[in-house]
């Protein structure tokens, strides 16, 4: 994927608020948020639970739409785009890490990392040669046929970061990718992910709960209450 | 992407060996059941279609009594005679004609002995019947003017009996008389209705009259009418001089009856279409059971799988492609029902028509059919479980647990 003229930015929230229910049960996960963010950073969204990061991330990943306000990825208004046009932009410029892995089950690293390829219509040596590259550029070369079950935490992160980067994404999403991982093992996942970001170019937008992991970002937002209330440099650790 | 979501379908299905089976149990089961009846029904009409144009195409049967169904006149109808025989022969439309007159007796050769139909009738039998020898000869003119002790075989009898020795010139007791065996009839399986052709012996009908039944009745009359003559023409012929020996009446109903064995083809055929429509329907019930059994497991797999569904979505599969992954595993899954359905469905119609004895003739177009119908099941009832599948919301499918 082509980074997007400088006037356009990548990612560009405008008022986007997100409710869910109506009336009195009505809940405002978003209550009007703008920011911008450009080809090429790497962001880390902190904040208490509840205050509206995992929605966020949700709407930028065109999982979800907001309910009010625009939001434009590569200046296409996504707010207006149905199921299947979302699912065309995630397949072609979004990649996802979770906190829970979500690999499939009973499938091999490889065949999981393959699967978005699969939808993207590419003979099958040609998705065995992509997913075998990035299965590489994770460090997992050689566990190509073992399945998640055979495989430890820290290692079906990396099929998960390797699926989401096997069709060239232009920008990662990972929510929090380290949740359910050891320190060790965290910091592993951060560096491969702060690796791609440097020098693959991919821009990535990742939730943590854990200062020491926003520290692997460029820059920090801070959601409280469905509002962003900080958004700065994340300054160098000394 | 068609090819992935085949290799997937199966996939699924392997890890559930047990379950898939089950599932398709009512897709299998309606199959084999259409399949062994359709092709036992086959093989049967076409045997019944090979014994009647065995007969050469233009018989009829003249028996005495009024063809109708109904209450039995109070009067006894005349039988027939061999004179009656002799008259229809004089016909010009006429080929051949064999007057039979049948009992059950019993038969003894050496320490074997059994029972079987015994026909008095003539050498002509064997031409308007169209049923060549195996061994030896037919009746000769003077045998039968002298009402001759010999008999000629059918061979389940000659089985029975004599095994696989030689019968020709060896004795046959029917009832007591003493008869030379002078030929034995070629095989001819069963008839129309299932009963053994070849259990039958034939004698001279004059040996039949003075030997065994002591009387002269003719129970029914064979005529074969020349090829140029059509049916109609000939039972016209036949009728009115008929009637005519008979002394009826004008406008007075027949007291015999002329079946045509083309009519009684039709006749048969007729009782196959009812079959046919009966097997539709146990087709149609027996698929829609089986639907509703894929229907059911469909939407529990696609309950079961809510999270992988989610992970595909969030990957980029559009609801078309979640879609299709599950009608197609739907599909899989009825077909390979149908094909185990028609697999065990030539079995048992295999073992039946062993059994019925008559000719196993496996149809092609039935089987494709039964294929055929199981994708439409597959497609109809797998639709609905996979649109659920394909409408489902990505971030709640990544929720579910
Ligand atoms: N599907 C939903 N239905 C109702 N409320 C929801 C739903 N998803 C999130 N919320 C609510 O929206 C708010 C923000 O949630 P979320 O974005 O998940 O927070 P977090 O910052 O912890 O990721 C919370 O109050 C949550 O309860
Ligand atoms: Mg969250």
Redesign the pocket.
Known sequence: MSAPAPSTPLIAFRDVARS??AGEAE?K?LAGVSFQIGAGEFVAIM??????????MNIIGCLDRPSAGEYLFKGIPVQGLDQDRRALLRRHALGFVFQGFNLLPRQSALENVELPLIYKGLPADTRRALAREALRKVGLDGREGHDPSQLSGGQQQRVAIARALAGGPSVILA?EPTGNLDSARSHEIMRLLQALNRDEGITIVM?THEDPIAHYAKRLMV?TD?HLTRDEPVRERA | MLWEAVRLAYTAIIRNKLRSFLTVLGVVIGVAAVIAMVTVGEGSSAQVKASVERLGTNVLVLRPGRARMGPPSAEPVPRFTLKDAAALAELSIVAQVAPQANGTYSLVAGNANSSAQVSGTTADYLKVQNWPLALGRAFEPGEEAAGASVCILGQTVRDKLFGSSDPLGESLRVRGLACEVIGVLSARGAGSFGQDQDEVVLIPVKTMHRRLQGDTNVGSISVALLKSVDSATGIRAVQALMRDRRDIEIGAADDFSVTDMKDFNNLLSGVNSVMAGLLSAVAAVSLLVGGIGIMNIMLVSVTERTREIGIRLAVGASGGQVLMQFLIEAIVLSVLGGAIGIGLGLALAWGGSIYLAVPFTPSAMVIALAFGFSAVVGVVFGFFPARRAARMDP??ALRHQ
Request: hydrophobic content about 30%.
């Open positions: 869910y229910g809940v996960a904040g208490p639970s509840g205050s509206g990061k995992s929605t966020a929510d939730v959601f469905g | 971030i709640e």
